[in-house]
């Protein structure tokens, strides 16, 4: 890309950002050069450079923020980066967004697919709401990594606290139950899944018939 500065006098006068200086004008024209960009640098190691552009991504709003605050925690997924995901997850902390139901749901994601399923219990009970898609995800991350016990206690306070499970808790929690040979709690969330008729959903069924014939009922 050739640029020309219009006779601007110095780096300050063609309004430069960033650690690669990185004329403003640009930055603005190209849409803040986005997540695309923050994600480019993210994958090349360049931490500092991808933290500084984030911090950018503010100055368009508070949703470019997120969304690539978002890819870069998919990123994380994607390279098993925990090290990287935590970097993200102090910035957010830093910056004052971690109270963000949106941002919460993804770091917990982010720690559970990374296995790190005691970060991931930790940003889950510092969330200040908790939606479906909060509980779904711990208690899956708890029971796929061996914590059952903790997971059907997490599904027992999400009833308690009326959010509603989804296919994907349901299919999740039967798993603590086979894993754990626990027949009796396997049946009374059976009883749960009859009640809001998603029996007859492919996985739940599956794990259901699994669940039984490894239990020996």
Same mark, same amino acid.
């Given at each position: 890309?050739?640029?020309?500065?219009?006779?601007?006098?110095?780096?300050?006068?063609?309004?430069?950002?960033?650690?690669?200086?990185?004329?403003?004008?640009?930055?603005?024209?190209?849409?803040?050069?986005?997540?695309?960009?923050?994600?480019?640098?993210?994958?090349?190691?360049?931490?500092?450079?991808?933290?500084?552009?984030?911090?950018?991504?503010?100055?368009?709003?508070?949703?470019?923020?997120?969304?690539?605050?978002?890819?870069?925690?998919?990123?994380?997924?994607?390279?098993?980066?925990?090290?990287?995901?935590?970097?993200?997850?102090?910035?957010?902390?830093?910056?004052?967004?971690?109270?963000? &139901?949106?941002? !919460?749901?993804?770091?917990?994601?982010?720690? @559970? $697919?990374? *296995?790190?399923?005691? %970060?991931?219990?930790?940003?889950?009970?510092?969330?200040?709401?908790?939606?479906?898609?909060?509980?779904?995800?711990?208690?899956?991350?708890?029971?796929?990594?061996?914590?059952?016990?903790?997971?059907?206690?997490?599904?027992?306070?999400?009833?308690?606290?009326?959010?509603?499970?989804?296919?994907?808790?349901?299919t999740n929690i039967l798993k603590a139950c086979t894993d754990l040979m626990d &027949?009796?709690? !396997?049946?009374?969330?059976?009883?749960?899944? @009859? $009640?809001? *008729?998603?029996?007859? %959903?492919?996985?739940?069924?599956?794990?259901?018939?699994?669940?039984?014939?490894?239990?020996?009922?």
């Amino acid at each position: 890309m050739i640029l020309i500065f219009n006779g601007a006098s110095s780096r300050q006068d063609c309004g430069l950002v960033g650690p690669n200086q990185v004329p403003l004008f640009v930055w603005h024209q190209c849409g803040g050069m986005g997540s695309g960009h923050v994600r480019a640098l993210w994958k090349e190691g360049r931490l500092k450079e991808a933290l500084h552009f984030l911090d950018l991504t503010r100055q368009r709003g508070f949703q470019q923020y997120l969304d690539t605050c978002m890819c870069l925690l998919e990123e994380c997924i994607n390279l098993k980066a925990l090290k990287k995901g935590k970097q993200v997850h102090a910035h957010i902390v830093k910056r004052g967004f971690q109270s963000n &139901i949106l941002l !919460g749901n993804a770091l917990v994601n982010m720690y @559970v $697919k990374c *296995g790190s399923i005691e %970060h991931a219990c930790q940003v889950f009970h510092e969330l200040p709401e908790r939606n479906n898609a909060s509980w779904t995800a711990i208690i899956a991350g708890c029971s796929q990594y061996g914590y059952g016990e903790e997971a059907l206690k997490l599904f027992w306070q999400m009833q308690e606290e009326q959010v509603k499970p989804n296919c994907v808790t349901f299919t999740n929690i039967l798993k603590a139950c086979t894993d754990l040979m626990d &027949i009796q709690q !396997g049946r009374e969330i059976h009883s749960c899944i @009859v $009640k809001v *008729g998603a029996e007859s %959903h492919l996985f739940v069924s599956s794990a259901l018939i699994n669940m039984y014939a490894k239990c020996g009922s």
